[in-house]
């Protein structure tokens, strides 16, 4: 059952607290992507990725890193540095290549901080 | 500067009847456009999607409409059904080696679907 995965649903923390959402899909794609959705507001891209060891910044990676050392996996790592990191974060993956424009999406995790 | 906009935040709707949903981009670059749809607190579901070399594509109860010349997009959902109330977000997509297959989305329309 081919899909992705996100965890935690619902994630905690302090305020000055490193904190990692992972981010893992089992179809084989390429790409993969990190947005964040406020409320009453669109989606917004924070990092993508097209190839293993690879990755972009998109709109508003300040204050966020990730890494992509395996197909798979797509950790996001929002830092004490992001000034307003209580958000819904979406992670996405997608083929590659031309007409490969659809992305699939996770459940997303809920981040509080405090 | 917000490339793709979605003017009405909400939208109501009687069963039955249809919903109307508009997207606006101003990227001419942007070739491809797709419709997502989102329930609370659970990632966004592909809906349907048209190229640039189009200007209907239908699927169901589900058509999207593209003019190019206007830079618009509608989402017709005929008939409306109680669980069509969601979130739809409209996307597109840019197609060049730079781009990559980024998308950028709009900032989405509550549709709500009254028995």
């Known amino acids: 059952d081919g899909g992705i995965t996100q965890s935690p649903k619902y994630l905690f923390r302090k305020e000055g607290q490193n904190v990692t959402l992972s981010c893992e899909q089992n179809l084989n794609h390429d790409a993969m992507y990190w947005y964040r959705q406020d409320p009453g507001q669109g989606l917004r891209l924070i990092y993508y990725s097209q190839i293993v060891n690879d990755f972009q910044k998109g709109d508003i990676a300040e204050g966020y890193s990730v890494s992509r050392e395996k197909k798979e996996s797509f950790p996001l790592t929002v830092t004490s540095a992001q000034k307003n990191p209580t958000a819904f974060y979406l992670c996405?993956?997608?083929?590659?290549?031309?007409?490969?424009?659809?992305?699939?999406f996770g459940p997303g995790t809920r981040l509080t901080v405090t | 500067d917000q490339q793709v906009k979605q003017n009405s935040p909400s939208l109501s709707v009687q069963e039955g009847r249809i919903s109307i949903l508009n997207c606006d981009y101003t990227?001419?670059?942007?070739?491809?456009f797709l419709w997502y749809k989102k329930y609370p607190a659970e990632g966004p579901t592909f809906l349907i999607s048209?190229?640039?070399?189009?200007d209907k594509n239908e699927d169901g109860r589900f058509t999207v409409f593209l003019n190019k010349s206007a830079k618009h997009l509608s989402l017709h959902i005929v008939p409306s059904q109680p669980g069509d109330s969601a979130v739809y977000f409209c996307a597109a997509s840019e197609v060049s080696k730079a781009a990559g297959n980024k998308l950028t989305f709009g900032g989405g329309t509550r549709v709500l679907v009254k028995p």
């Open positions: 048209i190229s640039s070399i189009k």
């Open positions: 990227n001419s670059m942007f070739d491809y």
């Open positions: 996405a993956s997608s083929k590659t290549g031309q007409g490969s424009y659809e992305q699939y």
